[in-house]
């Protein structure tokens, strides 16, 4: 019999062409893995899960005796439930670097993007409504030469700091869990505390891991921190900031702007509040979605995955204790 793996919401599936005849797929895509019951069928007998944001909990778990390896189509990894994983001798897997300059464009592009009003121009001039020269109500602000401010200097957060730098002349500021010596270096980066950051920036972006310590970092009092004139970059996970409290800061124009590529609930909801506002530049999580950089964040995936199966150690294992020794 087959070796079973599941294949969840996992787009570019020419990828799995790497795994040879001793394992059988199964895909599952848009399913509720809570209730789907071919998936629930599925996970009696997989040695294997390869995708994107599927919650591995204990319940998942229970249902999935044969399981050796989740192989996560992404750098982020927070839909992991790593303890309970590690418990089972079950190991995690990420997708990093690979998909650092796709992802820092993508955020830089937004940033840019609401602070010289791009989105909302764009439909200005598609709707008909250039017809003389602009007055101050197209006006927006600059980019160059103000200072950032990263919350979240890993890898993607110091290739922000790299455009920022060096092709905006911007001054970066961070805040980190710990200091990023590479970046003071090549990017002039400048540690500080939160607060400060909050309070001296123009743009702050938001890029860390979601965890326990950066759920609902940015709340209330954290906007009203920063400048009126700031423009605020979520480009993390959605559950990193208290979307009510941006929606307020919004409203009472304690903030210039925003720009999210994450939500709390993603797909967002049409009538969200967020999506009223004209000067909320909104992306669907589009961080890593180029053709070039999902193929290499999918071929990372099998590889990863395919290591787990062989009883090889995975190059991106982000629970090592679960590693059981080739
Ligand atoms: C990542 O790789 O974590 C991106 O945000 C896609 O989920």
């Given at each position: 019999m087959k070796r079973k793996i599941i294949a969840y919401n996992f787009v570019l599936t020419e990828a799995l062409e790497q795994l040879d005849d001793r394992f059988e797929v199964e895909y599952f895509d848009g399913i509720n893995p809570k209730t789907d019951s071919a998936f629930l069928d599925a996970l009696k007998q997989a040695e294997g899960i390869v995708g994107l944001?599927?919650?591995?909990?204990k319940e998942l778990l229970e249902h999935a005796p044969l399981l050796k390896i989740v192989s996560n189509?992404?750098?982020?990894?927070?839909?992991?439930?790593l303890d309970e994983m590690t418990k089972r001798g079950v190991m995690g897997t990420n997708t990093p670097g690979v998909l650092e300059d796709t992802t820092a464009d993508a955020i830089f592009g937004i940033l840019l993007a609401a602070a010289r009003r791009i989105a909302e121009l764009d439909h200005f001039v598609k709707a008909g409504h250039w017809t003389g020269h602009l007055t101050t109500e197209q006006y927006a602000i600059d980019v160059h030469h103000k200072t950032l401010g990263i919350i979240g200097m890993g890898r993607i957060g110091s290739t922000i700091a790299k455009r920022g730098h060096l092709g905006f002349d911007m001054k970066i500021l961070y805040h980190n869990r710990s200091r990023n010596i590479e970046a003071e270096e090549k990017y002039d980066a400048t540690y500080c505390d939160l607060d400060t950051l909050l309070k001296k920036s123009d743009f702050v972006c938001l890029m860390p891991p979601l965890t326990p310590e950066t759920?609902?970092?940015?709340g209330e009092r954290e906007f009203k921190l920063m400048k009126n004139s700031c423009v605020f970059v979520n480009?993390?996970?959605?559950?990193?900031?208290?979307e009510s409290a941006l929606i307020e800061a919004l409203r009472n124009k304690e903030i210039y702007g925003a720009a999210l590529d994450v939500y709390r609930i993603e797909p967002i909801n049409e009538n969200h509040p967020l999506l009223q506002f004209p000067n909320v530049v909104t992306t669907p999580?589009?961080?890593?979605?180029?053709f070039e950089t999902e193929l290499k964040m999918a071929n990372l995936a099998v590889e990863n995955l395919l290591a787990g199966l062989t009883g090889k150690r995975p190059?991106?294992?982000?629970?090592?204790?679960a590693f059981k020794g080739e």
């Open positions: 944001a599927l919650p591995v909990d189509n992404s750098t982020g990894f927070n839909n992991l439930s759920e609902n970092l940015i480009g993390s996970r959605g559950k990193t900031v208290d999580h589009i961080g890593s979605s180029t190059k991106n294992l982000v629970n090592p204790e």
